[in-house]
C-alpha cells in the first residue's frame, strides 16, 4: 500500500461499501488495523475477480452462440465489477494525493 498513515488519518479512507443509504462510508484511523486489513482483502478481492470476470468475458464473446440474455448478464456483472475497481481506484488515489506541508 502506498501513503503515509498520517494522510489516511486527516483525510480518511473510502470504504469499498456505502451505508444503508447508499452513501459513501470512510475509515478513520492509522491504517494499521484491523478494518484497514479487512478493507484491504476485499479490495484485492474485487480486483482478482474483475480481472477473472474479463477473462470470463474475453472468452463468451469469442463464441459465435451467446444469446442476449448471455449477453445482458454479463454486462451487468461488468459494471458491477467496473464500479467496484473504479471506488478502489479512487480510495487508493486519494492516499497518493500528497498532502499539503506548511
Excluded at 498520517?6 to 443509504?21: E, I
Excluded at 488495523?33 to 475477480?49: A, F, K, P, T
Excluded at 470470463?56 to 458491477?80: I, K, M, P
Excluded at 465489477?81 to 506541508?101: F, H, I, N, Q, Y
Amino acid at each position: 500500500m502506498t501513503g503515509e498513515p498520517r494522510d489516511r488519518t486527516v483525510a480518511g479512507r473510502l470504504l469499498p461499501w456505502t451505508g444503508d443509504d447508499g452513501r459513501p462510508c470512510y475509515l478513520v484511523g492509522d491504517g494499521t488495523g484491523y478494518v484497514s486489513r479487512l478493507v484491504d482483502e476485499i479490495e484485492d478481492v474485487q480486483i482478482d475477480m474483475a480481472d477473472r470476470l474479463l477473462g470470463h468475458a474475453a472468452e463468451l464473446l469469442a463464441e459465435r452462440r451467446v444469446t442476449g440474455e448471455e449477453l445482458h448478464y454479463l454486462a451487468r456483472r461488468l459494471s458491477e465489477s467496473l464500479r467496484d475497481v473504479m471506488r478502489v481506484a479512487e480510495s487508493r488515489g486519494e492516499w497518493l494525493t500528497p498532502s499539503p506541508r506548511p
